[in-house]
């Protein structure tokens, strides 16, 4: 399967962002997708992730201000991003996880930007 990210932008510190992660393939329902972060200087960092039954994991700093979701229908997996802080400005990527770890290559990224 492969994984596009999409939705990014500029927005002021409170605000909100959807992202959307676009899947090709057939069985895209059977697989565990997780959303990433890279902010410049950083490594790469685990976000959230959704397994194939519904079961949603968070970094303790997004917790309360993302939602991860998933359409099967739609071969998508949505991270909402409400408010927004600075420190979230980062290359967002999703991934086919493992528990938190990412599995496959990287695909390109969608830049999210927090003005203070």
């Known amino acids: 399967v492969q994984l596009q990210a999409s939705g990014g932008g500029l927005v002021q510190a409170g605000g909100s962002l959807r992202l959307s992660c676009a899947a090709s393939?057939?069985?895209?329902?059977?697989?565990?997708i997780g959303w990433f972060r890279q902010a410049p200087g950083k490594e790469r960092e685990f976000v959230a992730a959704?397994?194939?039954?519904?079961?949603?994991t968070y970094i303790d700093s997004v917790k309360g201000r993302f939602t991860i979701s998933r359409d099967n229908a739609k071969k998508t997996v949505y991270l909402l991003m409400n408010s927004l802080k600075p420190e979230d400005t980062a290359a967002y990527y999703c991934?086919?996880?493992?528990?938190?770890?990412?599995?496959?290559?990287w695909g390109q990224g969608t830049q999210v930007t927090v003005s203070s």
């Open positions: 991934n086919l996880v493992l528990g938190v770890q990412p599995t496959d290559s």
């Open positions: 393939g057939r069985t895209f329902s059977s697989y565990s």
């Open positions: 959704i397994d194939r039954y519904g079961i949603i």
